[in-house]
């Protein structure tokens, strides 16, 4: 069993940053691709970004490409989402999500073994 949990939501105003942390125990960290996914109230959980078990291969959605990083700290078994520019468009509650082996697609939610709970990111304009 892998336990994730997301911290760092909050509220900002349009332009600023913020950066969620998604801690991981159970299991070896070093072995799942990790994700990150929004959620904005009444719509679907939409993907945000990827990366690869080793941190060498992300991918990001179009609207968060260029403001949005993803990176991993193996050592602390934390994954991070970096998110500037923010906009009003970008509030929602962000899930990050655990992928085990054998990988599947990483832009698809049902590709996903473990999710953390959520932290909830406001965006004013």
């Known amino acids: 069993q892998v336990y994730l949990v997301e911290s760092g939501g909050g509220l900002v105003q349009a332009g600023g940053s913020l950066r969620l942390s998604c801690a991981a125990s159970?299991?070896?960290?070093?072995?799942?691709?990790m994700g990150w996914f929004r959620q904005a109230p009444g719509k679907d959980r939409d993907f945000i970004a990827t990366?690869?078990?080793?941190?060498?291969?992300?991918s990001y959605a179009d609207s968060v490409a260029g403001r949005f990083t993803i990176s991993r700290a193996n050592a602390k078994n934390t994954v991070f989402l970096h998110m500037n520019n923010l906009k009003p468009e970008d509030t929602g509650v962000y899930f990050c999500?655990?992928?085990?082996?054998?990988?599947?697609?990483?832009?698809?939610?049902?590709?996903?073994?473990?999710w953390g709970q959520g932290t909830q990111v406001t965006v004013s304009s």
């Open positions: 999500a655990a992928d085990v082996p054998p990988y599947n697609n990483p832009i698809d939610r049902g590709s996903y073994d473990y």
């Open positions: 159970g299991g070896t960290f070093t072995d799942y691709a």
């Open positions: 990366i690869s078990y080793n941190g060498v291969t992300t």
